[in-house]
């Protein structure tokens, strides 16, 4: 691709790989610009502001959760949970560059979780996890897995796992989280 | 107590209200002065920044996973891990009102965490509940328990469940997590 193409996709792509590297807070739109040699009014044009450019990075995952929930909505409790929890393994391996920025930035983390409850996601998240009528084990099961899933990670040996003992990993502390260990999700009903 | 009293420890329980209430962004030093109904060179006598008061209202929750390691670490895996993960869950309840505030809040918790890993608390605490060779599972278990315990909590139901409750559902939680379930740590053995 010719430098000096300012298009949105690859204003996001550059936004991804600056923050990574040097954090939410210490990239500007200049630097962006620069990375992609075009000029700062190119940047202006599609983003005003870095929380817009931040919005945009996070706006694949909030899809992500989005169509997620429309799929997983469609089949009755306690598959919804155990296809949920599935799900969100699949996309934090799928997403991992933008987990892993959102993880350990907590600017970028802050605003995603405004986001998420600007717009409901958060709620039917908990929702779909805990079921109806929770009681206190799994109201907490589902916050920390959330948490765990899209907080900030402590744990660089984490980062570093390969995709598919990651993707395991989530998918199982997930169904131990919330009790959906015997739960066979391969051909959940339909209601 | 009379009013004009700014001791330490008055000062770091007037900042806990304050932040639970406006948060740590919307705190100042006046607004604790104004509230013990001190001068603001009486909170400078004893606190110069605002990062000073954070880490003092932090202190309490780091001291008492400092002796909670010291402690646990005099028995053998796994136990030793069995062991944290009670002490974890019986500190969040506890320490409530501090958690409370720290997971609430962006600024306190980048503090918090910053503080761990400078004094080296986080380390121990991750290896404690992995133990030694630890698998990708229990690795993402370990990071899902903290996070989950001191991140960002993102259900305002958790936060009311009654301090029994909480205590009970984040023991089962963590143990369920770290394949901890079947440890008797009651008459735990020491070496």
Same mark, same amino acid.
């Given at each position: 691709m010719p430098r000096g193409d300012a298009a949105p996709e690859r204003l996001v792509a550059s936004a991804l790989r600056l923050f990574a590297r040097h954090g939410v807070a210490g990239t500007s739109l200049q630097m962006i610009a620069d990375d992609l040699g075009v000029t700062k009014a190119a940047v202006y044009y599609h983003f005003r502001t870095k929380d817009a450019v931040v919005h945009a990075v996070l706006a694949p995952a909030f899809a992500g959760f989005a169509e997620l929930l429309d799929e997983v909505e469609r089949h009755p409790q306690p598959q919804r949970a155990a296809l949920l929890v599935d799900g969100l393994a699949r996309q934090a391996v799928q997403h991992r560059a933008l987990y892993s920025v959102v993880l350990r930035d907590v600017a970028a983390a802050q605003l995603g979780r405004r986001s998420a409850a600007h717009t409901g996601l958060w709620d039917r998240l908990r929702a779909t996890l805990a079921? $109806?009528? /929770?009681d206190g084990g799994t109201l907490v099961g589902a916050a920390m897995f959330l948490s765990g899933l899209v =907080? $900030? /990670? @402590? *744990?660089p040996d984490v980062l570093a796992l390969d995709d598919d003992v990651l993707e395991r990993a989530i998918r199982s502390a997930g169904r131990r989280l919330l009790g959906? *260990? =015997? @739960? *066979? /999700?391969?051909d959940a009903p339909r209601r």
């Open positions: 079921g $109806p009528q /929770a =907080g $900030p /990670a @402590v *744990d959906l *260990d =015997g @739960v *066979d /999700a391969t």
